[in-house]
């Protein structure tokens, strides 16, 4: 008996014009996002109000509980940019528009990560609360009907494991985006950080991933770290977040610093 194939946020018929980065990843349209770490509702206002067309909580490194996980999603997609998270715990459950998870190794990995992004029948995620609606500006049953293909499951391959498996990772139906987490990645590699990104081991291993997920079809996204290095890879990418909030911050004084005291 065949297996059932069920819509993704790459086939969806769906149309929300608030879901601002899966428009424009459907639309080829090469969307920039940043990462953002620090837990404040007005921090997150501001980052939003840049032009970029979404932002990752992260929930994984950032200083991010609950309550401003929350917040951060609710502050930023109303101002028409997209929020998603670098996933901890039951974070769908305030309206993300897409979700990030690190360290994928393997394809039952991936499968795991489907398990508990989509709601049943595709997956086990529960019917939540009434914060996802709100968020994507639709009833609750709206949301349940649609929140399977339209919310973005995105995979990090990150690690030389990830890397010799990634073929069979970005084939796992129902995953729209392998994404490289360059610096875990160098780590895992290299042994140091960052890659001076000439390295043929480093090189290979992001030519193999682009190469797996164009061949299964997927979106494929990258981290860079400044806006010179996201124009230079935009062509080989759908989609480039360029670093970080914490980041950001400090060059912006190191460098004024250092005018400063010339």
């Known amino acids: ?4 194939q069920y819509a993704t946020a790459q086939t969806t018929a769906t149309v929300n014009p608030r879901l601002r980065l899966l428009n424009k990843l459907r639309a080829g349209e090469h969307p920039l996002l940043t990462f953002v770490a620090l837990p404040s509702v007005r921090h997150a206002q501001i980052v939003a109000l840049t032009g970029v067309d979404g932002i990752v909580i992260d929930c994984e490194h950032g200083h991010i509980g609950d309550d401003a996980m929350h917040n951060a999603v609710a502050a930023i997609a109303a ?27 393997t394809a039952d990995e991936a499968r795991q990560v489907l398990q508990s ?37 995105m995979v990090q391959i990150e690690t030389a494991a990830g890397v010799q498996n990634v073929d069979a990772i970005a084939a796992v139906p129902g ?50 770290n400044d806006g010179a290095a996201a124009k ?24 004024e610093l250092a005018i400063a005291r010339s």
């Open 117 to 153: 992004s989509k709601l049943p029948p595709q997956g086990v995620r529960g019917q939540s609360s009434a914060f996802p609606a709100i968020v994507h500006g639709l009833t609750t049953p709206e949301y349940m009907r649609s929140a399977n293909e339209t919310i973005i499951t």
């Open 232 to 255: 230079k890879e935009r062509p080989r990418y759908d989609m480039v977040a360029i670093t970080g909030d914490t980041k950001a911050i400090q060059n912006w004084y190191i460098a």
């Open 79 to 105: 101002l028409g940019v997209s929020p998603v998270i670098r996933i901890r715990g039951t974070a769908l459950d305030t309206g993300a528009h897409g979700v990030m998870v690190p360290q994928i190794i």
């Open 175 to 224: 995953i729209d985006m392998v994404f490289v987490g360059p610096n875990d990645l160098a780590q895992s590699l290299l042994g140091y950080v960052p890659a001076k990104g000439d390295e043929p081991v480093f090189t290979g291993a992001i030519d193999k991933i682009i190469a797996a997920g164009r061949r299964e079809g997927k979106w494929v996204g990258r981290m860079v």
């Open 1 to 4: 008996m065949a297996a059932t």
